[in-house]
């Protein structure tokens, strides 16, 4: 005799995530990070807050996951031009992130990922590799066709490339525009284009 599994817990609402997330986003427009509380949220979205921590265990991780998908991960466009290629995922990895209005919240976000070694995790995961993971195998693309330089460590090439946006925050008090993003651009192929 064979018996059917039924399905473990609650199945997910996507209507009722999406009002959550929606009333996360309207809330982050509004205020800063650690002034936001799963409390707010819920009571924006209309729930209470067993349904949120029922999706999410945290503040942090509902934030990470409302930043992943309002900014995208970065798309490699099919250009044929690595240079071109690549220009364009940086200064759209940074226009998106301008674009939401929310880059003040993934600056705070990662102020919290320094003492939480689980949401730092998370926002790895989540967050950081869709859109570092397409720059670095682009890269290492360019290495086997002889268009990037071989001997360059790519472990630190990201931190070449998205460090500065941060520091220009942090030092400047407010984000890089479009000029300087592609001019940083520049100056990155400039140390590891093999030509």
Do not use: C
């Not at 997910?12 to 929606?22: C, G």
């Not at 707010?40 to 029922?54: C, D, E, F, S």
């Not at 200064?91 to 003040?104: I, K, M, S």
């Not at 919290?112 to 998370?122: H, M, Q, V």
């Amino acid at each position: 005799m064979t018996t059917t599994k039924k399905p473990q817990g609650r199945p997910q609402n996507r209507d009722l995530d999406h009002a959550i997330t929606t009333a996360a986003t309207e809330l982050l427009g509004e205020m800063s990070l650690s002034a936001l509380s799963m409390e707010l949220v819920a009571q924006r979205a209309g729930v209470g807050k067993p349904t949120l921590y029922r999706r999410w265990p945290s503040k942090g991780a509902l934030v990470i996951d409302v930043l992943a998908s309002i900014a995208p991960p970065i798309q490699l466009p099919p250009t044929g031009d690595l240079r071109t290629t690549l220009r364009a995922a940086v200064v759209g990895f940074h226009r998106a992130l301008l674009d939401t209005g929310l880059a003040h919240v993934l600056y705070g976000l990662v102020g919290e990922t320094l003492i939480d070694p689980d949401l730092a995790a998370r926002f790895r995961e989540h967050y950081l590799r869709p859109r570092i993971d397409p720059i670095m195998a682009a890269l290492r693309q360019g290495i086997a066709d002889g268009l990037v330089r071989a001997d360059l460590d790519l472990s630190l090439v990201h931190h070449l490339v998205f460090g500065p946006m941060m520091h220009s925050w942090l030092l400047d008090e407010k984000p890089m525009d479009d000029q300087q993003a592609n001019a940083l651009f520049d100056e990155i192929w400039t140390v590891i284009s093999a030509r």
